[in-house]
């Protein structure tokens, strides 16, 4: 997949021109006419006819910057903390696509601009109209809120200037709207596709780290990644082996570690040089590449960017000067090397640039004595913390020792007589999971299957499935009860793909198997075969079967009497949720008003169950019932009456 500017921002444009040949003396036929010249064809770049919103245009958000699962894919524009500005068409078109929903974008509307490009609108609070009424008719037709609908080319016909929608804060966050420029599955930097933002502040440099990628490289004596903020003077660090670099950089003043990033962050050091350029990213191909590119837990966990990717793969935003077949970003340094300088850049679409310079200097080794057999057999159980390293190292820190890290090399394993591709210490014991090995069944019909496509490095992962009474459950919400232990898959790396997991089911009415994240247990699924569950994840951890003993709590709200004015209605009956066990089932929850059934949003950040028509029912009383289930299978009912003046 190319990353060059021309192959993925651009379409050149082609002026195709048939000139008149001048005819031979020797000839007496009259030349021909020349031939018109074909249209010129609009640049991809070319810039937008309108403004998506009443300008000024203020970006919230940013694109490629981090989020969980996946990019941002264009940038968030603020609406003051309201809802309800109008949306306009920056280009004429038609509406290909329109989608409602309780996460992610929520309602969301997708235009096709006449010259091929594809914008997208999202967390709208209202659509105008009529696809308002389309919408909302499929909605109580089939008495379900989430829709992804598709309408034929000639159904909605949109004008330069048209106005299509209202800002919102549906799916995801406070009051703002989201605004993507896409090409086929390609989201693109929208200032690199046509979209004009005021941009007058440089990017900053806040922060370099430096990670030992082996068991003979330190930092600063340590084989613990080291973090130097930037102050007035340029950091110097004294290395000795292989590192990467993790810089975090952001676009604009600094403001936390999750904000927007520059379009270009770029480390040189003499002839070397890698960088991460945020031009275009795939929605259907690169998307697992965030937790590679960022830093969201596997080194320090502050979301810098990690300037490195392992030989054979190219994460789309990291290039680099080295050779596919080798690793880039890695940053080595022998015995009697002289200093070298990194050179930091971070540079925004308007040109601004930020700089920052790193001196390194040759260092010494401080290699700490471990026992690996003694860490495989007490595992994380004994509290050893992990972290996987590139080609199957491990950075251990032992427990009870603050600060004490080494690493084990890849030849510690054939130390104890295993096969290459895995290491088993008991039937319920610890086990190690190779690059090379597809799976691995322990004897309690635990099946885990991790080929090296569902990774991005060659990376081994530690499997604990037991003995039980050595693990403790991390502590689950008063829902969730019976906990047993699974399995343990360790650490939490970024995966590529998915794990496909076989666990032993109870067989105990509404249990289901939680992975236990930062957050704490959240659902993962019940889906069985035979008497096993058969389930995929993509992220690492404690994997656990609960039983969700509670159905969803519901208050019921008194809604307006009388309708608000605007230029669309917001009059709503609500019902707030409590759900702390497996989550809402937002398809099978609705209400049903006056004997019919409606669609009814499930909001998971107000915890809100909405019904929200194009316009309020006839005056008088009117009853209703609220209808709830989990992911579990709980299911509540609660029935209430309203009246409207």
Same mark, same amino acid.
């Given at each position: ?340 300088t990194l050179k930091l850049e971070a540079r925004d679409v308007a040109g601004y640039v930020a700089r920052r310079k790193v001196v ?140 496909? *997991?076989?666990? @032993? $089911?109870? &067989?105990?009415?509404?249990?289901? !198997?939680?992975?236990? =994240?930062?957050? #704490?247990?959240?659902? %993962? ?88 028509? *194009?316009?309020? @029912? $006839?005056? &008088?009383?009117?009853?209703?019932? !609220?209808?709830?289930? =989990?992911?579990? #299978?709980?299911?509540? %009912? ?8």
């Amino acid at each position: 997949m190319s990353h060059g500017l021309g192959r993925t921002i651009l379409l050149s444009l082609v002026l195709v021109v048939a000139a008149a040949a001048t005819p031979a003396k020797s000839t007496k036929r009259t030349p021909a006419a020349p031939k018109p010249s074909a249209p010129a064809a609009k640049p991809f770049d070319a810039p937008l006819q309108k403004s998506p919103l009443t300008p000024p245009l203020v970006v919230t958000g940013g694109f490629g910057e981090y989020r969980v699962g996946h990019f941002h894919a264009g940038f968030d524009f603020g609406t003051g903390g309201k809802v309800g500005q109008p949306v306009f068409a920056p280009l004429a078109g038609h509406v290909e696509r329109i989608r409602a929903s309780g996460v992610g974008y929520g309602r969301s509307v997708y235009l096709r601009t006449h010259d091929g490009r594809l914008i997208q609108f999202g967390h709208l609070d209202a659509f105008a109209e009529p696809m308002a009424s389309y919408v909302r008719r499929i909605q109580d037709s089939s008495g379900v809120y989430e829709q992804d609908l598709w309408p034929e080319a000639s159904r909605f016909p949109i004008k330069l200037g048209q106005r299509i929608a209202w800002t919102g804060e549906s799916g995801a966050g406070g009051p703002h709207m989201h605004f993507e420029i896409r090409r086929g599955d390609m989201a693109y930097q929208p200032q690199r596709a046509g979209l004009t933002v005021k941009d007058d502040r440089a990017p900053s440099i806040a922060s370099i780290t430096l990670e030992p990628l082996d068991d003979t490289s330190y930092v600063e004596r340590s084989a613990a990644p080291v973090t130097r903020s930037f102050g007035a003077k340029p950091e110097t660090l004294r290395v000795i082996g292989r590192v990467r670099a993790i810089v975090a950089a952001r676009d604009g003043v600094w403001s936390g570690v999750d904000r927007m990033v520059p379009w270009v962050t770029r480390m040189a050091w003499g002839e070397e040089w890698v960088e991460c350029r945020m031009d275009s990213i795939s929605w259907a191909t690169d998307m697992s590449e965030g937790d590679y590119v960022y830093d969201a837990g596997r080194v320090i966990g502050e979301k810098g960017i990690v300037l490195w990717a392992s030989r054979g793969f190219r994460p789309r935003f990291i290039r680099s000067s080295a050779p596919l077949a080798q690793e880039a970003g890695t940053i080595q340094v022998r015995r009697g090397d002289g200093p070298r300088t990194l050179k930091l850049e971070a540079r925004d679409v308007a040109g601004y640039v930020a700089r920052r310079k790193v001196v390194i200097l040759e260092g010494e080794a401080k290699p700490e004595k471990i026992d690996p057999l003694q860490i495989l057999k007490g595992g994380i159980a004994a509290g050893y913390r992990f972290t996987a390293l590139p080609y199957s190292y491990f950075r251990v820190t032992s427990p009870g020792r603050s600060g004490v890290t080494a690493v084990l090399a890849p030849k510690w394993k054939t130390q104890f007589g295993g096969k290459p591709t895995s290491i088993g210490l008991g039937g319920e014991g610890l086990s190690v999971v190779d690059a090379e090995s597809h799976s691995v069944t322990q004897p309690v019909r635990i099946g885990i299957a991790l080929p090296q496509s569902a990774r991005f490095d060659s990376s081994a992962y530690l499997l604990q499935t037991g003995p039980r009474d050595s693990l403790e459950l991390p502590p689950a919400s008063a829902e969730l009860v019976q906990g047993t232990l699974l399995a343990v898959l360790w650490p939490r790396e970024p995966l590529r793909g998915r794990a496909q *997991l076989t666990f @032993p $089911a109870s &067989g105990k009415p509404h249990s289901g !198997v939680y992975r236990n =994240d930062e957050d #704490g247990w959240s659902w %993962v699924g019940d889906t069985k075969k035979g008497n096993a569950y058969d389930l995929t994840s993509g992220t690492l951890g404690w994997f656990a079967e609960f039983v969700d003993t509670l159905a969803p709590r519901i208050s019921l709200h008194t809604p307006r009497r009388t309708a608000t004015p605007g230029a669309y209605s917001r009059w709503a009956v609500e019902a707030g949720i409590v759900e702390k066990g497996s989550g809402m089932n937002a398809r099978a929850s609705y209400m049903v008003v006056d004997g019919k059934k409606v669609a009814a949003e499930w909001d998971p950040e107000a915890d809100v169950l909405r019904w929200r028509p *194009l316009k309020p @029912p $006839a005056p &008088g009383t009117h009853r209703y019932d !609220v209808i709830v289930e =989990d992911r579990a #299978g709980n299911a509540t %009912v609660r029935s209430g009456t309203f009246v409207l003046d």
